[in-house]
């Protein structure tokens, strides 16, 4: 059996390979030969944590099923708001089955596609031939729903519906047939998703992944506290009253308040690139940026959030 360095590496000569035969997927997907990330540095999400770690014994413990007279899922999809999280449970996922990390970033390659004139007969044999090569992958579809992606702008009318689903399709049954390899999806849109997606065969598992209000948020601004107070090798903070600062200000996503937070932080580093005493962050502090997120909101009207870094 291979070691898992010679694999990594494998995947990524396969991969290089196949992107420069295949413009339109160079942009729009990418590969992470050795995904390092935990389901521990994700905040809060237990049920769906609880979701994805079952669909991991189909690559950790694969008899599991078969003792219990079931079989793994085809495929899961993921199902949520833009910047909770889905994205980091796939990667956690293929850190946790040891398996490198294919993101296909949807909206990304429709456009490519469709504007790149590209060959899509000879784009799906080409995927097809790579993925049967490839050692276990985690395969990742960003954002099923395309045509209402913040990507290409929200309901794009001119798109060719019919044609571009034809592609997908083909491309996430490619992807599902190919043995060794598990698969998710994702979209922030599920009710204008296509039902097409959620056959049998396909993404037949759906997850909701919808972080709690505030616990989630809580946990995961403290993980990512600790994460940059390791950085930075000493505290950062003061006690900070997080209930006070979470409050009930539902607004922003889980992405958004991680944004918060190193906004503040950035704020602290350039105060003190200036020369001036600067103290730790305070509860006060990240309430401010709480108000100055919330006022570029109204302005900009962002409807989703951010991501979740």
């Known amino acids: 059996m291979r070691s898992l360095p010679i694999q990594q590496e494998r995947a990524q000569n396969l991969w290089s390979s196949f992107l420069r035969k295949v413009d339109p997927l160079a942009r729009g997907a990418q590969l992470l030969p050795d995904p390092d990330f935990g389901f521990d540095q994700i905040g809060g999400l237990a049920s769906a944590k609880e979701e994805i770690l079952t669909y991991a014994c189909a690559a950790t ?82 954002e099923l729903e395309f045509s209402q992606a913040q990507e290409i702008g929200h309901q794009r009318p001119d798109l060719p519906i019919g044609p571009i689903m034809d592609f997908l399709l083909e491309l996430v049954g490619r992807t599902i047939a190919s043995e060794n390899h598990l698969v998710l ?10 039902r097409a997606f ?91 940026e709480v108000d100055r997120f919330r006022q570029a909101l109204k302005r900009i009207q962002i409807p989703d959030g951010g991501n979740y870094l």
Do not use: N
């Open 61 to 142: 413990s694969p008899d599991v099923y078969q003792h219990w007279g079931t079989f793994p899922p085809s495929a899961v999809l993921m199902i949520g708001q833009q910047g909770v999280g889905k994205s980091l449970l796939a990667r956690a996922l293929a850190t946790r089955t040891e398996t490198s990390f294919l993101t296909v970033d949807v909206p990304r390659v429709v456009l490519d596609v469709v504007h790149g004139g590209g060959k899509v007969g000879e784009l799906i044999q080409s995927w097809t031939e790579v993925l049967d090569e490839m050692p276990p992958l985690t395969v990742f579809f960003s």
């Open 185 to 194: 999806g994702a979209t922030s849109h599920p009710d204008t998703l296509r």
């Open 198 to 288: 959620v056959a049998p065969g396909r993404f037949e598992r759906v997850v909701e992944v919808i972080p709690r209000f505030p616990a989630d948020v809580i946990e995961t601004l403290q993980i990512h506290t600790s994460d940059a107070e390791q950085r930075a090798g000493r505290p950062l903070l003061e006690d900070v009253d997080w209930q006070r600062v979470v409050g009930q200000i539902s607004e922003p996503s889980t992405g958004d308040w991680v944004r918060i937070l190193h906004a503040v932080l950035r704020r602290k580093a350039r105060c003190e690139a200036g020369g001036e005493s600067v103290a730790p962050v305070t509860t006060q502090d990240l309430k401010e």
